[in-house]
Nanobody, 127 residues
């Protein structure tokens, strides 16, 4: 069983930056595809970025050029570096994982593809 714990959320100013971390325990992340999702009140959960265990990274169009996802296999930690933050980035951010063998990376943005989820970390961007 994989355990995911997000951290790094909090308040930020519009145009500012913030870095989220997702620490993984229970297994090595090198066997998993990982992803960041977010959910705002009243909205459906949406994919932000996905990372294949072999290194490919996909981004949602609304974060391209602003957010950078990365995976530190040695630290067993997933990161999301967020820059040029906007008020509409306010949401609870979740990391998720699924065994690479159990998924198709073409479906990286579908939340039902993921087996393991963190508890989420709140990001609030003041305009």
């Amino acid at each position: 069983i994989l355990n995911l714990v997000e951290s790094g959320g909090g308040s930020a100013q519009s145009g500012g930056s913030q870095r989220l971390s997702c620490t993984v325990s229970g297994s090595r992340v090198s066997r998993y595809n990982m992803a960041w999702f977010r959910q705002s009140p009243g909205k459906e959960r949406e994919a932000v970025a996905g990372i294949h265990s072999e290194g490919s990274i996909k981004y949602a169009d609304f974060v391209k050029g602003r957010f950078t996802a990365s995976l530190d296999n040695a630290a067993n930690t997933l990161y999301l570096e967020m820059t040029s933050l906007k008020s509409e980035d306010t949401a609870t951010y979740y990391c998720a994982a699924v065994l690479t063998l159990d998924t198709d990376f073409r479906n990286w943005a579908d939340d039902y593809e993921y087996t393991y989820w963190g508890q989420g970390t709140q990001v609030t961007v003041a305009s």
